[in-house]
């Protein structure tokens, strides 16, 4: 089938789905259901639901029997939507990715509070003071440095007051 027709039914059966398990369905346990992908095979013979669910209470195993015998109701469902000749074999995937976008987020809540802790232990009052003794010293021998730079540059300089160059005495 050519690449946007199969496009277009695969996004028809993705409303069709959605709405049909938010809406249609008479098990209470599968309307928490939210369909998040849906893909289907290039000859139209698979379709595959990939599914997640905010019920808490229900099992993940529990919920993956639940959709796999609801296949026959989107079958029908399929079926009545008259969209396609023959009906495709329904498979279903837990889709585990906001369990994993939780997860990621608590090692950052982790990460943020560690970070917090260590700031607040590093920055006592007392660590500032000593810091800023530190730098008064270290300034101060850097001053030092320059001193004893210029005694050795006049020592240098005075070494040369004897010498006496006369312009006057090199005429050619």
Known sequence: MKGIRLERLRKELFKLASSAYTFSISDERLSSVRISNLKITNDLSLLKLYYDYTDNSISRELMQELMERSSGFIKNQIAGARIMRRIPQVTYHYDATEDK?????????????????SYEEDSDGDDYEEDLNFFEEDYEDYEDDFDDDDDELDEFEDGFDDVFIDDEEDDF
Do not use: G, N, T
């Open 101 to 117: 976008a939780s997860e990621l987020d608590e090692i950052f809540a982790v990460i943020q509070a560690e970070k917090r802790r």
